[in-house]
């Protein structure tokens, strides 16, 4: 499947800028609040739309949690999150996460398979000291 071509205007440059910094897994809301400091006449509605741009083009991740808000993530290389079931925070997990081995895979109705995603589900740190 091809990608499509990525224009990058100031805006996605931006929004994209920004994300990357962040560590935090934001929603689109947060991207947006961070965005305006440096594009005030930016428009929630076009940071939206460009986040879930970005993320159709590989350019980011779009983590979508059962039950909860869109996050997003900069860091596109191979990596699991990790979701507190209490608060809605979700962190990385970077090590001991091998990727899936899909090449190969006999899956039925399916041409191909173009990546794979596991999510832990726990209690973060702070939730944990609140019990």
């Known amino acids: 499947m091809q990608q499509p071509q990525t224009r990058m205007t100031r805006q996605r440059a931006v929004i994209l800028e920004e994300l990357r910094k962040m ?6 809301d947060e991207v947006y609040s961070v965005v305006r400091e440096r594009l ?15 993320a159709s083009t590989g350019e980011i991740l779009k983590l979508e949690a059962t039950g909860n808000t869109r ?3 900069g860091d596109t290389s191979w990596h699991q999150h990790v979701h507190c079931v209490k608060c809605g925070r979700i962190g990385d997990v970077m090590e001991g996460c091998p990727a899936p081995a899909v090449e190969g895979m006999d899956v039925r109705g399916f041409t191909r398979i173009l990546g794979a995603r596991v999510e832990y589900d726990g209690i973060c740190d702070e939730c944990a000291s609140q019990q």
């Open 23 to 28: 560590k935090t897994h934001p929603t689109a």
């Open 71 to 73: 996050r997003f993530d």
């Open 40 to 54: 005030p006449r930016i428009s929630l509605g076009t940071v939206y739309r460009n986040l879930d741009f970005l």
